[in-house]
T-cell receptor, first 117, second 114 residues
């Protein structure tokens, strides 16, 4: 299974600012994803991070609010832009398609706990 | 109908009890099915995949009924360490049946008491 790390693990931010979250996988993976988990809720997919091209966003999420980069097969970033208190959530990176793993088994990073004041 | 729907819970059971979780999914084109476990303030971790023939891993048994679009997880002889939220997860449950999109149920909280 892939080992995934995220930075920062948590942050407290002011309204109107932006935060970039980094996701690093210890091996090359086919697919990387970004999820949001709001308090007391389950995970919701924000977007699929595509290597070398624009991310594919799910309904309700847009690039201007959540720009995503994926410069290579092991790294991705998610930026939460112009934050408001409603963006307070846990943001999780996941990956699939690594060596020894199937393309439908996803492994998750530890998450970034974001609080917006 | 929600894409993936689980028992709302929470479940509180004594050690040694058998507990069953149920889940239904709406998209008949869904391709892969999983149970994930999420401990408090931790990320989800894959517990087991679910196959049409049913599969067992120690105390855990998962079943899939494609005709009824129903998934279950049975935990026998529950331990204190089984306390967690159990997430029913379906691959390809969303519109278009994307191969890689996971759709999560809201999860069912299990507390195993001494």
């Amino acid at each position: 299974s892939a080992v995934i790390s995220q930075k920062p693990s948590r942050d407290i931010c002011q309204r109107g600012t932006s935060l970039t979250i980094q996701c690093q996988v210890d091996s090359q993976v086919t697919m990387m994803f970004w999820y949001r988990q709001q308090p007391g809720q389950s995970l919701t997919l924000i977007a699929t991070a595509n290597q070398g091209s624009e991310a594919t966003y799910e309904s309700g999420f847009v690039i201007d609010k959540f720009p995503i980069s994926r410069p290579n097969l092991t790294f991705s970033t998610l930026t939460v832009s112009n934050m408001s208190p409603e963006d307070s959530s846990i943001y999780l990176c996941s990956a699939t398609g690594g060596a020894g793993g199937g393309t439908d088994t996803q492994y998750f990073g530890p998450g970034t706990r974001l609080t917006v004041l | 109908r929600k894409e993936v729907e689980q028992d709302p819970g929470p479940f509180n059971v004594p050690e040694g009890a058998t507990v069953a979780f149920n889940c239904t999914y709406s998209n008949s084109a869904s391709q892969s099915f999983f149970w994930y476990r999420q401990d408090c303030r931790k990320e989800p971790k894959l517990l087991m995949s679910v196959y049409s023939s049913g599969n067992e891993d120690g105390r855990f048994t998962a079943q899939l009924n494609r005709a009824s679009q129903y998934i279950s997880l049975l935990i026998r002889d529950s331990k204190l360490s089984d306390s967690a939220t159990y997430l029913c997860v379906v691959n390809g449950a969303g519109s278009g049946g994307s191969n890689y999109k996971l759709t999560f149920g809201k999860g069912t909280l299990l507390t195993v008491n001494p």
